[in-house]
Structure formats: C-alpha cells, structure tokens
C-alpha cells in the first residue's frame, strides 16, 4: 500500500528544481547501506557525478531506489560490486548504476518499469514491482528517460537521464 501510494503521488506533487548534488547524496547512500548490511562484503565505485537541477526529495528516490535494487540483486554474489557514474551526452547527464547481480532476464527488460512488474521470483528477491515503476515516472516529469542493460559478463546498466540545464520541467 505505502509502494502504491509513493507511486500515485509522484505526479501530484510539485516540483521543487533546486541544484542536486547527486555525488553527496550517492556518498550518503552508500553510508547508509553499509550501516544495514553489515554482513555483506560490498565494494562500490563511485566515479565523478554531477551536480543537476531537479528535484531533491524525487531524485533522492530515484537513486535510493535504483542503487538498492543493485543491493538487492547482487546478494547472491560472493563480492558484489556496484558502479556509479556519469557522462554528459548530447545535453543530458546520463547517470549508471551497474551491478555484478543475476541481471534482468531478455523478457524481462521491457515490463520491469511498469507498476507491479518484477522481473524475478518474489520468493527469492522480494518486491513490489513499484519501485522502479516510480523511478521512470520521476525522470519523466524532469524531461528525462530511463533504461536498463544486461552486462556481457553478468549483472545490469541501469541508466536515467536529465537534461544538462533543466529549467521546463513538468
């Protein structure tokens, strides 16, 4: 119910645009995570971000949501690693969050951002199929796309974009 309600206002919610430094947040995330999984031997690569204009609670959402989900998805693995980092392309800031997880199955790819779509057993990986659902709709109000990978040698590219100067957003 909480997921759902999250993901019902994202839309209604006015944008505050405000700069967001999104290296301190990730650096502030990453503190947190390791404060919670204290038995788990995760090694993240945090590479240059940047900072951009847009909502701090929203963008907050999207990358907590997007680097737990490599959490989550690298558990299996005997050292996770997780990679975040940026490049500016074609006035967007495009920013990765890459994991060495189980990856997301071929058929799975196109459904996950939808609302209550997972792409593994629940059972195993428990969630609600909101989180990434609200992720897509976040980075659309700020005129941005999002998108997902598999990795060649395993796990996933989870990537969002925001324009460079976002000033219309919506």
């Known amino acids: 119910i909480n997921g759902l309600m999250k993901y019902a206002e994202q839309d209604e919610i006015p944008l505050y645009i405000r700069k ?4 301190k947040e990730v650096e502030s995330l990453i503190k947190t995570i390791y404060s919670l999984e204290l ?15 847009g909502d701090k609670l929203m963008l907050h959402q999207v990358l907590s949501n997007l680097i737990s989900n490599a959490v989550k998805f690298t558990r299996l693995a005997p050292q996770a690693k997780i990679q975040i980092y940026a490049k500016l392309n074609e006035g967007f800031w495009e920013i990765y969050i890459k994991d060495n997880g189980i990856g997301i199955p071929d058929n ?5 951002f939808q609302l209550f779509k997972t792409a593994h057993d629940r059972s195993i990986f428990p969630g609600n199929g909101v989180g990434l659902s609200i992720v897509k709709q976040v ?4 005129q941005g796309k999002v998108w997902v990978d598999n990795n060649p040698d395993g796990g996933a590219t989870f990537g969002f974009s925001i324009p460079e100067q976002n000033k219309k957003v919506g």
């Open 20 to 23: 967001f430094d999104t290296k």
């Open 39 to 53: 038995e788990r031997n995760i090694e993240f690569e945090v590479g240059d971000l940047p900072v951009i204009m």
């Open 108 to 112: 799975a790819s196109s459904k996950i």
């Open 139 to 142: 980075i659309k109000r700020h």
